[in-house]
């Protein structure tokens, strides 16, 4: 008999849906495309995009190839679903993107040159993204190269530019003047091309407001219960519950120092468990500075985050060896660790490791 995984990540799907919906009000109208690359944000991407379409979604976003084949194979038949590779045209990706019906968002010069080679020797108009950058400056043409490339249109020659997108970089910061300036980009460069539908807004863009919509928004995070200013929105629910069982319980007494070094030493009598998880199972180690785990009706302080083991200070709670613990769930909350760990919620969610036990509720 196998060994149980001692940590568990449990996705909760009926969750994912709820978010789905929220999301989906929001928009207004707008097509809700889910961005599911890195693994559905290392959720499993078979089984949210499977629950994401029998929510209604047809449109989805991967980051590379791969990724979209591995989505295309993971949807199976009858799931006609539009598949947008965000890395583009690759060397020689002609023959791979269309035998998995994927389509390229093409990002450069160089990648709509070789996309329009490769679909004029194809013999047939190919459908493919148009990504320009508004001012992110990380992926798509820049403003004068879409410029440009409306006075030479036969650069585009096989080529069916069903959307056009781009990206914000401060929808986080609902009054940042960069998001009204990226819109006011986008707004212009879309005038040059009518035929394709707009898609600007991710997670956060859908709550500037009804000018950030356009035709389609592409969620992210929020679907995954990442609030969209980076902190817990009630409107969400917690799709990732990461649990672990006590190991051990011991009472330490002021002076005693916890873990490696001598970083954390108490300065008060302490009652602490010992929870079968750490960093190699996801957790991130700079957490234990402001994070919390939740344990018999109470947050509890994480001391220490070591590789395979976590410290947690637990009071007077009400707990045995065993007990699971939850250490990111619908109440140790998602925005709350990525804010601990000075980082965001994308990087907490993609950390959980194969490691942890994956348990799914209510599969499509």
Not at 36 to 65: H, I, N, Q, S
């Amino acid at each position: 008999m196998a060994e149980p995984a001692l940590a568990r990540l449990t996705v909760d799907l009926d969750a994912l849906a709820h978010n789905f919906q929220v999301l989906k009000d929001a928009a207004g109208g707008a097509e809700v495309a889910p961005v599911v690359k890195a693994d559905g944000y290392g959720l499993g991407v078979g089984p949210v995009a499977r629950r994401l379409w029998a929510e209604g979604a047809r449109t989805f976003f991967v980051a590379g190839l791969a990724e979209g084949e591995a989505l295309r194979a993971a949807l199976g038949p009858g799931r006609a679903a539009t598949i947008i590779v965000l890395d583009g045209f690759g060397t020689g990706a002609g023959p791979r993107l269309n035998a998995a019906a994927l389509t390229p968002a093409l990002m450069s010069l160089p990648q709509i040159a070789a996309a329009s080679a490769w679909a004029s020797g194809s013999g047939r108009p190919w459908k493919v993204a148009l990504h320009v950058d508004t001012g992110m400056n990380r992926q798509g043409l820049p403003p004068e190269e879409a410029t440009a490339l409306l006075q030479r249109r036969d650069r585009l020659q096989g080529l069916n530019i069903e959307l056009l997108m781009s990206h914000l970089g401060s929808a986080t910061t609902p009054n940042d003047p960069r998001n009204s300036s990226q819109l006011a980009r986008f707004a212009e460069i879309r005038d040059g091309f009518p035929q394709a539908r707009a898609s600007l807004a991710a997670s956060a863009g859908i709550f500037l407001g009804p000018g950030y919509r356009f035709d389609q928004v592409r969620p992210g995070i929020s679907l995954y219960g990442g609030g969209p200013q980076e902190r817990p929105d009630a409107r969400l629910k917690a799709v990732a519950a990461l649990t672990a069982p006590i190991l051990d319980i011991r009472n330490l007494r002021p002076g005693d120092i916890v873990g490696y070094g001598s970083g954390v030493r108490l300065d008060r009598p302490a009652r602490v468990a010992v929870v079968a998880a750490g960093y190699a199972d996801g957790l991130i180690r700079s957490a234990r500075a402001g994070g919390y785990a939740w344990l018999d009706g109470a947050r509890r302080p994480l001391l220490v985050v070591n590789m395979d083991l976590t410290v947690v200070e637990i009071g007077d709670a009400k707990a045995s060896v065993g007990d699971a613990v939850e250490l990111l769930g619908p109440n140790a909350m998602l925005d709350d660790l990525a804010e601990a760990a000075g980082t965001v919620a994308h990087e907490v969610l993609v950390r959980v490791s194969r490691r942890a036990e994956r348990v799914y509720l209510g599969e499509a």
